[in-house]
């Protein structure tokens, strides 16, 4: 099974993402240029929000990921316990 990048990873896209989004969006916004440069920055602009949609979408599924591994490890190390400490069977 393959992870996806970590949530540090994850945020880094969505930063980069919304401050393209961001940037190409005031440039747009200015109307300084012709009308094929405009169309093509609206086009970048929404690249950079699909971008940070997606690295946003990907920390989520990296914390989510992250919390079933911790509750694995958790569950391997209450199972390994011997005498007083072992898990009892349920009644």
């Known amino acids: 099974m393959t992870r996806g990048p970590s949530v540090r990873t994850s945020l880094l896209i969505a930063l980069l993402g919304a401050a393209v989004a961001a940037a190409a969006t005031i440039f747009v ?3 300084e240029y012709t009308v094929g440069i405009e169309a ?3 086009a970048v602009a929404l690249g950079g ?3 940070a949609a997606y ?3 990907q ?7 992250t919390a079933g591994e911790r509750r694995r490890q958790d569950r391997e190390v209450s199972e390994r316990r011997k005498g007083d400490r072992a898990r009892q069977p349920r009644r």
């Open 29 to 31: 916004l200015r109307k």
């Open 40 to 42: 093509l920055l609206a």
């Open 49 to 51: 929000f699909g971008f």
């Open 55 to 57: 690295g946003l979408m």
């Open 59 to 65: 920390a989520v599924l990296a914390l989510i990921d």
